[in-house]
């Protein structure tokens, strides 16, 4: 609840506090009414994740430089795991992320292909419908310039002439 404390902590200061006047760790068994700790802070991406708490049973015990190598690299090591399990979990829920994506690009790219048929055989039967009227108006013109016809055959030419371009006319 110190702010001081919270600011030493953040700046990854080990800090000793006295436990003579805690309960804390009075578990019934062992007596440790006049003994030191030492709280090491755990720092992920510069924010105090954790703390760890090292118990020395001497309240006069002063830790050596050794000592608080060690309890640094402690701290630091299971920053270190502790970053590991977040990173596998966020790997592990974007592994998710990727696999829904996938299966939802899977979905819409075989839409596409469906669609593509679709389009491929709406083109084919349009081109087809166009070639059979185009070859009928063709075929009528040719014989129509190829020969002399009398009026009435000439006015059927012309009806189916007229006829088949009006097919092609509602279809455009």
Known sequence: PDPTVITRLETREALSVDLTQSSLLQNGSTNMSHAQCIFAPIKIEHRLAGLLCFIFPDADYVPTLDDKAL???ISKLSALAIEHEYKTMERDRLL???KH???QLEQ???DLLHANKRQSSFIAMVGHEFRTALTSIQGFSELLCSEEYSSSETKDFAVDISQEALRLNRMI
């Open 71 to 73: 309890i640094d690299a």
């Open 96 to 98: 998710k992320v990727f």
């Open 101 to 103: 994506l996938n299966t």
């Open 108 to 110: 819409i790219n075989g």
